[in-house]
């Protein structure tokens, strides 16, 4: 973040602090998922790419047939840990000095003086969001498992 809103001003190149930080994080969670999803391609049993090219399906049937749903469902708990941890390291825009919500909480708590109260809120407000991330995930993760005959 600090290469981008720091750095690219010197080259001319000015964004807002919104700007900057979606394409900060967009670059981080782009590497991150990346490494995920070719550990979970490496993963693959090679026999069943060419099992499926023997029964005569093309490179695009294999790819969305046999591929990407293993590669989805294997990458599925990295990719979750990797958006609540996004949810949870949004707070370091605000050094972009763009304020998100916590940096809100701060300041509503500086004002207000009742500290306990303010991150008590953003505790319970973080606490759902990463509930509803899991159970969704845990969602998808099942109906996966259903619609490809495995256990849960």
């Given at each position: 973040?600090?290469?981008?809103?720091y750095g690219l001003p010197q080259s001319g190149i000015h964004l807002s602090s919104f700007t900057v930080a979606v394409t900060g994080f967009t670059l981080n969670v782009g590497a991150y998922n990346a490494a995920y999803m070719t550990t979970a391609y490496n993963a693959l049993n090679k026999y069943?790419?060419?099992?499926?090219?023997?029964?005569?399906?093309?490179?695009?049937?294999?790819?969305?047939?046999?591929?990407?749903?293993?590669?989805?469902?294997?990458?599925?708990?990295?990719?979750?840990?990797?958006?609540?941890?996004?949810?949870?390291?949004?707070?370091?825009?605000?050094?972009?000095?763009?304020?998100?919500?916590?940096?809100?909480?701060?300041?509503?708590?500086?004002?207000?003086?009742?500290?306990?109260?303010?991150?008590?809120?953003?505790?319970?407000?973080?606490?759902?969001?990463?509930?509803?991330?899991?159970?969704?995930?845990?969602?998808?993760?099942?109906?996966?498992?259903?619609?490809?005959?495995?256990?849960?």
């Amino acid at each position: 973040l600090f290469v981008i809103y720091y750095g690219l001003p010197q080259s001319g190149i000015h964004l807002s602090s919104f700007t900057v930080a979606v394409t900060g994080f967009t670059l981080n969670v782009g590497a991150y998922n990346a490494a995920y999803m070719t550990t979970a391609y490496n993963a693959l049993n090679k026999y069943e790419t060419e099992a499926a090219v023997v029964q005569g399906l093309n490179k695009r049937q294999v790819f969305l047939w046999i591929i990407l749903p293993q590669v989805l469902l294997s990458s599925i708990p990295a990719l979750t840990n990797q958006v609540i941890n996004n949810l949870k390291d949004s707070t370091i825009v605000f050094l972009i000095q763009y304020t998100e919500f916590f940096a809100r909480i701060q300041e509503v708590a500086a004002t207000s003086f009742k500290f306990f109260h303010a991150y008590l809120f953003a505790a319970i407000v973080y606490l759902i969001g990463v509930t509803f991330i899991v159970g969704l995930t845990r969602f998808l993760e099942h109906r996966l498992l259903r619609h490809y005959g495995q256990d849960y």
